[in-house]
């Protein structure tokens, strides 16, 4: 079965820190660039990093650009993504993502709270 499962939200102060972890299964999740995405109440799901196949280059959207760092490990099958700094407008639904054979690969996504 081909699937993608998130783990490690949770409920954290402004400032704090979170990894999420996302453990794909079910294909050769290796050859493969994945994303993370995540939706906040209201609101369009966005963007917010991504990262090759190869984990050789990443990208991230502007609003957590020196604050999130994604990562993987193919030999695990798993993608990260550590949250530093972590804001109120960080609040939100993360999910992982890949595109495979033409075809979207969602997770049932982890929420993140962040608040005082």
């Known amino acids: 079965q081909v699937q993608l499962v998130e783990s490690g939200g949770g409920l954290v102060q402004p400032g704090g820190s979170l990894r999420l972890s996302c453990a794909a299964s079910g294909f050769t999740f290796s050859i493969y660039s994945a994303r993370w995405y995540r939706q906040a109440p209201g609101k369009e799901r966005e963007l917010v990093a991504g990262i090759t196949n190869t984990g050789s280059s990443t990208d991230y959207a502007g609003s957590v650009k020196g604050r999130f760092t994604i990562s993987r490990d193919n030999a695990k099958n798993m993608a990260y993504l550590q949250m530093n700094s972590l804001k109120p407008e960080d609040t939100a639904v993360y999910y992982c993502?890949?595109?495979?054979?033409?075809?979207?690969?969602w997770g049932q996504g982890t929420q993140v709270t962040v608040s005082s």
């Open positions: 993502y890949v595109r495979r054979r033409g075809y979207d690969i």
